[in-house]
């Protein structure tokens, strides 16, 4: 599997010919979902679910295929009839190839005064890799890769190093960093790789790496 880190929480991951999106939202590249055969989306926030870029790919690609919450189907299912799937906790799935299973269901709480949404994590071919979204979501078994939401309006650093520390993964790559500015990452890397107790990696926009 190839994965390419695309801008904040964007990631293309490629098997056999085939490509899976996950949340190309709007602080990914205008392009992040186009030639995608399926695309997997956590939530409704705009940094995570991009509706142009969605509609974008779809009509560019008839073939292409979206899952996602409710509340992000509810705006694209009607132009695009059978080709956008609700999914909720628990429920699995293949997508472009790919076998997933949905882990979550809240996103994380900014602030108490702010209403949470809802969230879901894609645990992918039996947990080479998990994206969690907006959620410090375990899924309860063997993660090779977890893409870690590094920076959020909703983390801070001993949170993101206590999640690594419950998941396990062998690796963990940066994602959720738009936010996270070039001063601060040899920070980020330093305490988060010596005390996370996984590999802690970082890509930048464009950048790959086999799993």
């Known amino acids: 599997m190839k994965l390419t880190k695309k801008s904040h929480a964007c990631v ?10 996950v949340d190309p939202g709007g602080f990914s590249e205008e392009d992040a979902a186009v030639g995608a055969d399926a695309v997997l989306v956590t939530h409704e926030h705009p940094d995570h679910f991009d509706e142009g870029r969605l509609r974008a790919a779809l009509e560019a690609r008839p073939s292409a295929e979206i899952w996602t919450l409710r509340s992000v189907a509810g705006q694209l299912s009607a132009a695009f009839p059978g080709r956008v799937h609700t999914v909720g906790h ?8 790919f076998d997933v299973q949905v882990h979550g269901e809240l996103h ?5 005064d702010i209403p949470r949404v809802t969230n879901v994590g894609y645990l992918v071919d039996g ?3 998990f994206h969690p979204g907006d959620a410090l979501t375990v899924p309860g078994g063997p993660v090779e890769t977890l893409m870690l939401p590094v920076m959020a309006p909703w983390n801070k650093i001993s949170e993101v190093i206590d999640y690594v520390r419950e998941v396990k993964p062998r ?5 959720h960093d738009a936010l996270l500015t070039d001063l601060a990452r040899p920070l980020y890397d330093r305490q988060i790789g010596a005390l996370g107790g996984a590999e802690h990696l970082r890509l930048a926009p464009g950048g790959t790496a086999e799993l």
């Open 108 to 112: 994380a709480v900014i602030h108490p």
């Open 127 to 129: 947990g080479k890799l």
């Open 90 to 97: 628990g429920d699995t799935f293949t997508a472009a190839g």
């Open 12 to 21: 293309r991951l490629e098997k056999d010919g085939r490509v899976l999106v």
């Open 171 to 175: 690796r963990a790559y940066d994602i």
